[in-house]
Each structure stands twice: as C-alpha cells, then as structure tokens.
C-alpha cells in the first residue's frame, strides 16, 4: 500500500492536523489529464479523424462501382486511348499492360487504408458525445481538487472532526472496519450521534497525511468492535506431508 508520509506521534492533548496528501492531488491531476487526452482525441475523430475516413470510403465505392465500369465500358467500346489519356489527367490509375485497375495497389501508392470504414452520422456524432463526457469528467476532477484544498481532518483528545467539519467522540463508537487499512489506507468508524442515530465516518490515510495518527487515538479509548482481515489458517490438505519411518 502506498501510504502518505506521516508525522512523529504527538501527545493525546496536542491536535493532529491531516491536509490533503501531494499523492491524492497527483492522483486526481492524473485523471483530469487523461480525461481531457481523451476527450481531444475524441473531438478529433469527430472533426477530422471520422470524416477523413468516411471520404476515403466513399472514393473506394465510387472507385468500385463508377471508375471500373468505365474501364469495361471503354475497352469494350474500343476507347482505351482516350480513357487513359483522361484517367492520367486525373491522377487515376490506368492499369498495367491493359489489366484491370485495382484499388489494392491504387490506395498502397496513396498511403491510404485498403478498406475504410464508412462511418454512420451517428457514429460520428458519438465521438461529440464522448468528447464531452470527458471534457466534463475533466472538469469535475478539477473542481474537486479546487475544493479539498482547504479540507483538514483533525483529531483532538476525545474527539475527532471530518473533511466535512462533523464532529465525532470517541466514546460514541461502536464499530471500526480496518479490512481495507492494509491495502488502501481506510477505516470505517460507526458511531451514534446525540439522537441515537447510527452513522459511518471514513479516515482515510492516502488522502489525509497522518490520519493513521486519529486512528491510534481512536483505538486507544475504544471497547467496541473491532473489524480486521484475519488471514486464513492452513488446512489440513495444504500442509506439508510428513514422511513416517
């Protein structure tokens, strides 16, 4: 697990301060940057990338059903001469010693696809959509940076106060979940508030340097269930087999 740097313990009267770690803005900076990557890619196959390609199939079929029948046609009719000339003039393949032009080697010479796809409009307006998508998952990332910027998780002598500025006694819980602790730096905390309520808190370690620190604090004064990934004991058939003399 990768863990925030954390600070030396301090004494139970002293508040523990837990910003917002370097790693979980590198993190959430990562993803609004892929985000937006994919989201240009996107606007480009939607504006160019997409369009480019269902031209070049269009030309294919064009060059399939219009251009080869004009070949059969003219050769039929004894116009070989003159189809060439204007083929030529065109840039058009001719064929080689009187054969078929192919489309094969005519895209090859062009650096084109062999077999373009035509796209449907609705192919391509998809590509607008998910460009937007990300551009939005881009910009929701970036708002949540912006808002946990100024986000502390606090821990006092007998209490503890959330991101979320919701104050917690240590005495009010009943329950800590560590099974996640080991691999991803969480716990869960329910507790009952004043009214009797049952609710659950996050202390989340990745995202708040040194709230490993609000735990030890927690679980020092706590008598009530404690949740942990217990590993699982060998069983008889995977021990190692013993040799009898």
Known sequence: METAPTSSALPASEPILCHVTPWYYRRMGMLAGLCLIFGLVFLYDGLWGYPKVVALAQKKEWFMKEFLPSFEAAKKEGRMAQWMADAEAKGLPTGVDGDVPRWKSYAAKNGWEEDPKL????????????????????????????????????????????PERVQIRYADVFRVDKRKWEHKGLAYASYRTSSGAEKSAVIDDLKYGGADQILERLLASFSGELIEKVSEPESAESAPATLEK
């Open 119 to 162: 796209f449907s409009d609705r192919e391509i307006a998809e590509q607008f959509y998910f460009a937007y998508g990300c551009f939005a998952g881009a910009l929701i990332t970036v708002i949540l940076i912006l808002l946990n910027r100024g986000k502390v998780l606090r821990g006092e002598a007998d209490h503890w106060v959330t």
